[in-house]
């Protein structure tokens, strides 16, 4: 049976480009796997993900998202920002399925996005972003040479760094003028630059309630 209305736009839109981002759907499922176990981090929060630009010059209008197989494709569809759901449990057709963009490849950044109801435009909860950062790190660590994911696995990895050396930092959309987490009554700056900042992930004397606070550039 041919596609139809959307699937058809977007399954032309995704073949029809030569050397795509794409990222294996086996990957994205260990990340689920992840958040799943780690879920105590963010327990009322839903595993959704972002499809960010890696550079300023890509377009992220209209894009087109699909989870393909050789056997079976599906649309996924994409809300506000390029905000969307993993499918998951899709069975045996979707075994080697890989999600696919109608971007270049190494375009676009693939990055869970988990948000507790505490959390605003301008807070994020320290919870949410440890299991964003478990998340990622389930996904993406296969991929690394292995002396590379040897080393970082062997220093706690990015999330759970044993050196004050190793760091994991988060993007906005905006350019920071301030970052501060506070809990009870302590509160200190959070490490900025540009449009990333730098929670500490690992030191759990803040506890997964804390909240960063954002400011932004002509706020």
Excluded at 111 to 120: D, K
Excluded at 182 to 202: H, I, M, Q, Y
Aim: aromatic share 8%.
């Amino acid at each position: 049976m041919e596609p139809s209305g959307q699937d058809a736009a977007a399954s032309v839109n995704v073949k029809g480009m030569r050397d795509p981002d794409w990222k294996p759907y086996s990957a994205m499922l260990k990340g689920v796997k992840r958040f799943e176990e780690k879920q105590a981090l963010a327990p009322g929060a839903e595993l959704r993900f972002i499809l960010e630009p890696r550079r300023a010059d890509v377009d992220m209008h209209a894009i087109a998202l699909r989870l393909e197989s050789d056997e079976a494709g599906m649309v996924i569809p994409l809300g506000e920002r390029n905000i969307f759901t993993l499918p998951v449990e899709q069975g045996p057709l979707y075994e080697k399925a890989e999600l696919t963009v109608n971007r270049k490849a190494r375009s676009v950044r693939w990055i869970p996005y988990i948000r507790s109801a505490a959390t605003s435009d301008t807070t994020r909860r320290l919870g949410d972003l440890r299991l964003a950062c478990e998340v990622h790190w389930a996904i993406d660590k296969d991929t690394l040479p292995s002396a590379m994911r040897t080393a970082m696995s062997a220093l706690g990895g990015p999330c759970n760094f044993v050196s004050q050396k190793g760091t994991y930092s988060f993007s906005e959309g905006r350019r920071i003028a301030t970052a501060t987490i506070s809990f009870n009554d302590k509160s200190a700056p959070v490490p900025f630059s540009g449009t990333s900042f730098t929670p500490p992930l690992r030191e759990q004397d803040w506890s997964d309630d804390s909240t960063i606070e954002l400011t932004f550039d002509n706020d």
